[in-house]
């Protein structure tokens, strides 16, 4: 803009410099002119008087710088002149100013030079005895005057030139100042040219708009990463090339990576097969799902293809942690297992029995002792279908019970007394003691509970072991706890024991009975009545286990 | 251009990470190979490797591309320049896990892998090809450092199953041919072993403008 501005006043005092010169030069050129003549003419009056009076005489004494001079006589032929040779000049009565002078007695004639650089004006005047006097000067033509003062006016143009751009920048710049200090943040603030007032005010307006779309964006995007930041599942935003756009911590944290390099493709995060073929299916525009194994979890990818103008331009991908599924399913399918396998025993034996006795093999007297294996491997079978039925109620949760005030203590007096005969024959003795305490709570389950464990601790003692059952009624909490001084449980175990079916020692389990669910209705028994277990144990020594409840102020 | 170039280069990256994947594909599967007497798994270790044949010129395609068009400099000519290095490295990986896999049948049918510790050296060396991959996807000098020092862990192993292969054979309790078939497969293992260490010095040189060989021509220089 200071440039344009710049540009038009130097040329518009350029073009009136120019034309300004030209015309004064014409106007000066014809007043010089004039004023040339005129003075021929008083010179030529002058000369006149002198040359009547003294006679040709007069014209000898002519200074050498002055005009050129000729007298002609009346018949054409010139008798002096004081610049050329008179004798050799030509007449000159068909001259136009002396025809002229030899009509009115004055003349004048104008006349270009060959080279046209000069021009001649003759002034002419008939004296009184006839003869002409003609006094002539030179001046120069318009082009001569013109090559004569290219220079100076070069000059003086140049020096104007010179000053208007000195100006002109000054006065460009001194314009366009103020649109310069514009402050665009405060466009209402500023006080400039009225002319631009209406820009500014719609830069105003449009700035509020920008900041008030630049706020929602902020917050969106504020929000976006709140959500994604705050949610379990890993989200994945990948391009067409695979390139990653957009992650969050969890996928991160899924897919077992530190750090991902923004725009480096999602398959330096994880090259499994599995995954690769999971890209490429979903940037082929397949909605896909796939299940992934990272060290020890498993993760599922949902794979969604992004798709604009019927054309994939990325993809997004949800990764969810379904490592608890596939381990809960594992189990149950364990589980499912090791039922059949339970229920598998003693189904061959009474299986095998019955064959015999069926086959005759039996003697009559031997048929009671087979009668009884039956039953005892028929009671296993009930006590396990029983367990597992169990079980299976506290993992449903829906038992048809309810709430009731129970004393913890007479209630391990009862489940005691109940175990007395099968403590005796292990030679072990029960103990009891503590405090009463009485508290809103699921009674069969309980018992349950507590049967299971005191169970336990009988069957795995030494013969003159002891048990000993013990509750508290503390301030903050209620606990029972069964201490025996039995084989007790490697710590490397203790996590595992309350697992379906585990037993530490598999291979004695048939001669201590059981099911292999005790401990795990014991697990899910206590949480289902909100307690805590404890158990501490050493190998040799016996095991603990604690049930505690807080108590609700 | 500049984005182009910097396009160019990742499509490299990823896909050499396609082929550093094959192949820890390809030696796992092998390694499954000397437990499972499966037809299928040696067929699947020669399809993979010829996948593993068919990147490296893929590869080797992109980074000529790379070179005549783009005329990279400094880092990046760096990185091209191992790149071109490492897939060479990773595709004689891919052949030794195929050759590897052909061997398996005759080993599995001798059932005297148990015998030997030829599963550690497998699984150690899983672990230093994987190693040195993630040392090229994260660019991390550590890994690359710790897939050098592991290479003396293959290479023990390797003089182990040597001398176990000796003590069977002496006390004549083994097939000899199976045992040979074994030493093979180890000394193949131990091949992979010093690739994998290969490709791990070429991400340190990709990094750090350093390889190992001029380390030890400085070293020579010097002296």
């Not at chain 1, 006839?130 to 100076?152: D, F, K, M």
Request: hydrophobic share 40%; with cysteine; glycine share 6%.
């Amino acid at each position: 803009m200071t440039k344009r501005i710049f540009r038009s006043i130097m040329l518009v005092s350029a073009l009136v410099l120019v034309i300004g010169l030209g015309f004064i030069m014409g106007i000066l050129y014809h007043y010089f002119g004039s004023q040339i003549e005129k003075e021929l003419k008083s010179e030529t009056a002058y000369l006149a008087i002198s040359v009547e009076n003294m006679g040709i005489t007069a014209l000898d004494d002519l200074p050498a710088e002055s005009a050129r001079i000729t007298l002609i006589a009346e018949d054409g032929s010139v008798l002096f002149d004081n610049k050329a040779d008179a004798s050799k000049m030509e007449n000159h009565s068909n001259r136009q100013e002396v025809i002229a002078a030899k009509l009115k007695g004055v003349g004048k004639a104008t006349r270009q030079s060959d080279t046209l650089s000069e021009k001649t004006i003759y002034y002419a005047k008939q004296l009184s005895n006839g003869q002409i006097l003609r006094v002539s000067s030179t001046q120069y033509t318009v082009a001569a005057l013109i090559g004569e003062l290219v220079q100076p006016m070069l000059y003086v143009l140049l020096m104007m030139v010179v000053l208007s751009a000195l100006f002109a920048a000054r006065i460009s710049k001194k314009i366009v100042s103020p649109i310069n200090s514009l402050d665009l943040d405060q466009p209402e603030r500023t006080e400039a040219y009225d002319e631009i007032s209406p820009l500014l005010t719609k830069i105003n307006k449009q700035q509020r708009t920008i900041r008030r779309q630049l706020s929602d964006a902020r917050r969106q995007q504020q929000e976006f990463s709140i959500i994604t930041e705050n949610m379990s599942e890993g989200l994945l935003v990948i391009d067409a090339q695979t390139d990653l756009l957009s992650y969050n911590s969890s996928a991160l944290h899924l897919l077992d990576a530190t750090e991902a390099q923004a725009h480096a493709s999602v398959l330096s995060l994880n090259r499994s097969e599995s995954f690769q073929q999971t890209v490429d299916a979903v940037l082929s525009g397949k909605h896909t799902t796939s299940d992934l194994q990272i060290g020890e979890n498993f993760c599922q990818v949902i794979a969604n293809p992004v798709l604009r103008d019927k054309e994939v331009t990325g993809a997004v991908l949800l990764l969810v942690d379904i490592t608890e599924k596939i381990q809960r399913e594992n189990l149950r399918r364990e589980f499912t297992a090791n039922v059949s396998h339970e229920l598998k025993t003693p189904l061959t034996s009474i299986s095998g029995f019955a064959e015999i006795i069926q086959d005759g093999f039996v003697k009559p007297e031997d048929i009671n002792k087979f009668a009884g294996k039956i039953f005892d491997e028929a009671q296993r079978l009930i006590a396990l279908v029983g367990d597992v039925i169990k079980i299976s109620q506290l993992d449903e949760g829906c038992l048809p019970y309810q709430k009731e005030e129970t004393d913890l203590y007479t209630l391990a007096k009862e489940t005691l007394e109940r175990l007395r005969e099968p403590a005796k024959r292990k030679q072990v003795s029960l103990f009891l003691e503590g405090e009463h305490a009485v508290f809103n709570t699921t009674r069969p389950i309980l018992e349950e509970v507590l049967y299971n464990l005191c169970d336990n601790a009988i069957k795995y003692n030494h013969p003159d072991g002891k048990v000993t059952v013990t509750v508290l009624n503390g301030k903050n909490t209620i606990s029972v706890s069964v201490a025996d001084t039995g084989i007790g449980i490697p710590s490397t175990d203790q996590a595992r024991v309350f697992e379906r079916f585990y037993r530490v020692d598999k291979s004695h389990s048939k001669e201590i009975g059981g099911t292999g669910l005790g401990l795990s209705i014991v697990k899910h028994g206590a949480a289902y009545l909100g307690a805590q277990v404890e158990l501490e144990s050493c190998v040799g020594e016996g095991s603990l286990f604690r049930l505690v409840w807080g108590k609700e102020c | 251009m500049r984005t182009r170039f910097d396009k160019q280069l990742e499509q490299l990256h990823v896909e050499l990470i396609k082929m550093g994947s094959l192949c820890e594909q390809a030696i796992t599967l092998a390694a499954q190979a000397l437990d499972q007497p499966e037809r299928d798994v040696v067929k699947k270790v020669a399809a993979m490797e010829g996948e593993i044949d068919e990147k490296e010129r893929e590869i080797e395609n992109i980074c000529m591309r790379l070179l005549l068009q783009q005329q990279p400099v400094a880092r990046d000519l760096r990185i091209i320049s191992a790149a071109l290095k490492m897939i060479s490295d990773l595709e004689r990986i891919g052949d030794q896990a195929a050759d590897i896999a052909d061997l398996a049948p005759y080993i599995v049918s001798s059932s005297i892998s148990s015998k030997v510790q030829i599963h550690d050296m497998a699984a150690a060396t899983i672990r230093m090809v994987t190693l040195s991959v993630d040392a090229f996807v994260k660019n991390d000098l550590e890994l690359a450092e710790s897939v050098v020092i592991s290479d003396d862990i293959v290479d023990d192993l390797f003089n182990k199953v040597k001398g176990e292969l000796l003590d069977l054979i002496r006390k004549n309790n083994v097939d000899p041919r199976a045992a040979l078939d074994i030493l093979m497969a180890a000394k193949y293992f131990e091949r992979i072993g010093d690739h994998a260490v290969n490709v791990a010095e070429w991400v340190q040189y990709s990094i750090t403008g350093i390889h190992k060989s001029d380390e030890h021509h400085l070293d020579t220089e010097k002296e």
